[in-house]
């Protein structure tokens, strides 16, 4: 079995109102991210009060957390195109250093490949 190495990275994990979902997915497909996960209906509290996760018929009305992971370098770009959506919407960015295997996996496809 291959060993396996580790590459510094950084995790980004935003949290917006679900309304604005698609804009962070935007934002992150045109910085070249080479993939996101997103988590529905978070529950929690804040400076803009108590959340409730699980609204039956209202996506847009819950909170959604994107999480990405990417290089050091692609992140600060990021945060820049989050700057002035944050200016005007409810939401958080958290940042982690962590540690990845298969740098590969989070590498962005050359132009054109399948």
């Known amino acids: 079995m291959q060993e396996l190495n580790h590459s ?9 109102q679900g309304e604005r979902q698609e804009f962070v997915l935007d934002l992150l ?5 080479s993939g996101w996960t997103v988590v529905h209906n978070l529950s929690g509290k804040g400076t803009h ?12 009305d819950v909170l959604v957390m994107v999480i990405t992971v990417v290089p050091e370098g692609l992140a600060g770009h990021i945060l820049e195109g989050l700057t002035p959506f944050f200016n005007k ?6 940042t982690s ?3 990845v295997t298969r740098l590969g996996k989070f590498q962005s496809p050359a132009p054109g490949a399948v």
């Open 8 to 16: 510094p990275m950084k995790k980004l994990e935003i949290i917006v």
């Open 29 to 33: 497909d045109r910085a070249g991210v």
């Open 49 to 60: 009060g108590a959340h409730e996760g699980h609204l039956m018929f209202n996506e847009d």
């Open 89 to 94: 919407h409810m939401g958080v960015v958290f």
């Open 97 to 99: 250093e962590i540690q």
